[in-house]
C-alpha cells in the first residue's frame, strides 16, 4: 500500500498538497476509493480512503489509527565518517532500511571528502532525500534524522551520551552481539572513513567510553562495515525476528 509521511494529523480528514498529491495522481495514477497509508513520523500509521484527487490536492478520509509496527525497540544513531563520492547514498538509504533512527556524517583525519558551506547543505539535503524515500519504501514509522556534517570531537561527545557506544575498529575488539541484548534501547555506532580510524581518533574514542568493535576476521569497506554492525545489533537486540 501507498505511503506518504505527513507532520501531523487531526480530525478525520486529511489534506495533500504539492509533491506527494502530484505522485498519487500522476505516478500511481491512483482513484478515488484507493487506499494510503499515512505515517504521522511518531509511529502511528492511519490508514485512509482516496476521496476526490488532482494533481495540486488529494482529499484522504481516515479510516483507521494503529502504531506502527516496524520500528524497532531501540534508537541507534549511526556516526559515519565521510566516505569518498556517492557512497554515502548506499549508506543512508540502507542504514535506513535496516531501522536506523539518525545518521551524522562525521569529519575524520583520513576523510578525503570534506565538504563545507552551500555544498555541505547540498548533500545534507539529498541524503535526507533519500532518508525519506527509504523510509517511505520500507515502511517506517518515522523519519529518520540525517545530520550535517559534525567535527570528529563533536560527534564523540554525542556519540557518548548513548547506553552503548561502539566503535567498529580495524584493529580488532569485541564481537557486537555480547554488548548488545534485548533490553537495550539506545546505541551509538562510529564507523571510520576509508583509510579508517588514525591512533589519536582511536585513543579518543576509547576516552570517550566507546567500545572497540570487530565485525570478524575481515576488513570491510566503509560502506559496508555500518550495515553490517547494524544487522549485527538489529539481530542480538531481537529485531530480525518475524
Known amino acids: 500500500m501507498p505511503r506518504f509521511f505527513v507532520e ?7 489534506i495533500l498538497t504539492g509533491p506527494d498529491a502530484a505522485h498519487m495522481c500522476r505516478s500511481l495514477r491512483m482513484k478515488p476509493g484507493d487506499t494510503v497509508t499515512l505515517c504521522d513520523t511518531q509511529g502511528f500509521d492511519y490508514q485512509c480512503v482516496v476521496q476526490r484527487l488532482s494533481p495540486e490536492e488529494a482529499a484522504l478520509t481516515i479510516i483507521d489509527k494503529h502504531q506502527c509496527e516496524n520500528e524497532p525497540s531501540l534508537s541507534v544513531i549511526l556516526y559515519q565518517g565521510l566516505p569518498k563520492g556517492e557512497k554515502m547514498d548506499w549508506i543512508v538509504q540502507k542504514a535506513v532500511e535496516l531501522g536506523v ?4 556524517p562525521v569529519r575524520m583525519e583520513r576523510c578525503v571528502s570534506r565538504p563545507d558551506g552551500k555544498a555541505s547543505q547540498k548533500k545534507t539535503d539529498r541524503w535526507q532525500k533519500i532518508a525519506v524515500e527509504a523510509a517511505k519504501q520500507c515502511g517506517r514509522g518515522i523519519l529518520p534524522q540525517v545530520c550535517p556534517p559534525a567535527d570528529f570531537h563533536q560527534a564523540l561527545i554525542q556519540a557518548a551520551q548513548a547506553e552503548v557506544f561502539l566503535f567498529c575498529y580495524e584493529g580488532g575488539g569485541e564481537s557486537v552481539s555480547r554488548l548488545i541484548t534485548q533490553k537495550t534501547k ?4 562510529l564507523i571510520g572513513p576509508e583509510g579508517g580510524f588514525s591512533l589519536p581518533e582511536a585513543e579518543a574514542a576509547r576516552k570517550a567510553g566507546g567500545v ?12 559496508t562495515a555500518p550495515l553490517a554492525a547494524l544487522s549485527v545489533i538489529m539481530y542480538a537486540s531481537g529485531n530480525m525476528e518475524p
Open 101 to 104: 533512527s539518525q545518521i551524522v
Open 186 to 189: 539506545t546505541v551509538s555506532v
Open 8 to 14: 501531523s494529523v487531526s480530525g478525520g480528514q486529511v
Open 212 to 223: 572497540p568493535v570487530t565485525l570478524g576476521k575481515r576488513i570491510l569497506r566503509t560502506e
